[in-house]
Structures are given as C-alpha cells and as structure tokens.
C-alpha cells in the first residue's frame, strides 16, 4: 500500500468509455482508499438516435434533454462503482476537435484534481475501434498531460506533473499477436474480479439505449473473462503504459513520483496568468458527493 491515496483520473470522449474501459480498474482503487474520478469530455449525445427521435423536434433542446438523462446514468454507474467525483466538460462531440479552449479545460481540470495517475483513449484509436471521438480524445488528454507541467501555457492554476498515464486498449484482447494494425496491445493487465459485480451494475446503470442490455452486459462480461488465457486470472482490463511498463504502479509509487520531473513546490509566490481568459468556459464540476 502506498502511504498515501493516489489521486487517480479518468478521461473519456463519453460517459460509457470510462466505464466500459477502465471501470473494473477505477472500483479497484475506489475501494483501496485512493481518490477516484471520471471525467467525460462530451456528453456523448449526437450520436445517440433512438433518444432523440423520441423529440419532436431535434436540435438543441432535444440535445439538453438527452445530455442530462445521459449525465444521470453516467453518475449512478459512477455510484456503483464508488467512484467519488464525477466531472462533465461538455465539449462538442462527433466531431470532438481537440482544439485550444478544448485544451484548457482538459489542463485545467489535471492542474486543479492534481492527479497521481491518468488513464485515457489511445490517441491511435481511430474508427475502426468504434468511434471516431476516441482518437481525438486520446490526443486532447495527452496534450494536456504535457501542457499542464508548463508554467507558459494560459492558466491561473500552477503545473502539475502527472505520474503516469495507462491507455485504454481495444477489443482485440482476444488476437494473438501485436493486436490490430491501428492499436498497440495492452501492456498492463488489472485484475477486477473481486470488483467484477460492481463493473455488470454500472454498466447496466447506463441504459439499453447506450447499447447496455442484460444481454450486452454479459457478452462483455465473458469477453473480459476470455482474458485469463493471457492473465491468469478470472477477469481483466488491459492497458498500454504510456512510460515504461511496471508489474505493479501502485507499490512503484516512490516519493509520488515515477517520472524524472520533479513536481515544483515554489509558485505560490507567482500571479499566475491574472487577466481573464478570453474565450474561456467555466468548467462545472458534478461531484456525486455534493450532488446528494
């Protein structure tokens, strides 16, 4: 056990991806104690046509409604799971462009959670893995991930050097060899199976119009079990190690830090970027603590 929790944060194109991806992974730390929470950048609404041919009209009302029915579901998966703070940017999606007041909200929300640890799309992720908001989303974490640590990029909130980032892998877990020819392969397996419930109800929590049927949910289930072939074990999820791979980033936690950056501590003296941001969204925070 590291001696103090890990702050861990999870960012996905929609509220499904998280959960999906990492949620078995996120439960995991939730339950060791560690501060856990899932950012989604978009509400993952435009593409979702049978709830938004139940509007009369389709536009933006119909998209507000939508959006918050999805929010609901995306916060009662995150209770299942345990997770304590639930964080909706509301960016636009299909298309999801990773453009400059995208990047300030995603850095600012990694400089103000100060997280240890940042699981996120594969910046690969074309498509052909399901969506094409993946990629985009796995290219605006990243580089927020770096721009974060840069005292010269436009924010009023001081650097923060993440410790490391896990990619989410593919469906192809079950392909011998180097994986699909658009993804690299896992290199880091989580074993979930004592959070295995918790991981059917939140997916479950998320609705049948997200694709999430009892049925759905148990293919995904035996998918997930058809791992052990490569684990050992009875249910995982896989990830690609943006740094170097380790048996076990929990016990590697040295001093909160893995990387050679060492996070700085002297900024409290600095006015940081004082004049308003022109251009910029506020970014309102769902914490599913507070919301009770």
């Not at 409604?65 to 579901?73: N, T």
């Not at 074993?191 to 049948?208: F, M, N, S, W």
């Not at 009892?214 to 009875?234: I, N, W, Y």
Request: proline share 7%.
């Amino acid at each position: 056990m590291s001696p103090e929790p890990l702050r861990i944060l999870a960012i996905g194109a929609h509220p499904p991806d998280i959960i999906a991806r990492a949620g078995g992974t996120l439960a995991k730390h939730a339950r060791r104690g560690d501060i856990v929470m899932a950012a989604a950048l978009t509400d993952g609404v435009r593409h979702m046509n049978s709830l938004l041919a139940e509007h009369r009209v389709v536009g933006p009302a119909a998209i507000a409604a939508v959006a918050q029915q999805k929010r609901a579901e995306m916060q009662a998966a995150a209770q299942a799971l345990g997770i304590q703070h639930v964080r909706f940017l509301g960016l636009r999606e299909s298309p999801l462009v990773p453009h400059l007041e995208a990047l300030h909200a995603v850095t600012d929300l990694i400089r103000e959670f100060r997280p240890d640890v940042i699981f996120c799309h594969h910046p690969q992720e074309t498509i052909l893995s399901g969506h094409p908001d993946h990629g985009p989303a796995g290219e605006l974490a990243l580089s927020a991930y770096m721009l974060a640590m840069e005292l010269g990029f436009e924010s009023r909130l001081p650097p923060w050097v993440v410790n490391n980032v896990y990619l989410f892998d593919s469906n192809s877990q079950d392909m011998e060899g180097p994986g699909l020819g658009h993804l690299p392969r896992a290199t880091v397996y989580v074993d979930i199976t004592e959070v295995i419930e918790a991981k059917r109800q939140a997916l479950l929590a998320l609705g049948p119009a997200m694709g999430y049927t009892p049925d759905s949910v148990a293919a995904l289930m035996a998918q997930l079990k058809g791992r052990e072939g490569l684990t050992g074990v009875d249910y995982a999820e896989g990830f690609c190690d943006l740094h170097t791979p380790v048996l076990d980033y929990v016990e590697r936690r040295r001093k909160g830090r893995w990387v050679s950056v060492k996070q700085p501590t002297d900024y409290e003296h600095l006015t940081l970027w004082p004049a308003p941001d022109a251009g910029r969204r506020n970014i309102q925070e769902e914490n599913s603590d507070e919301s009770q």
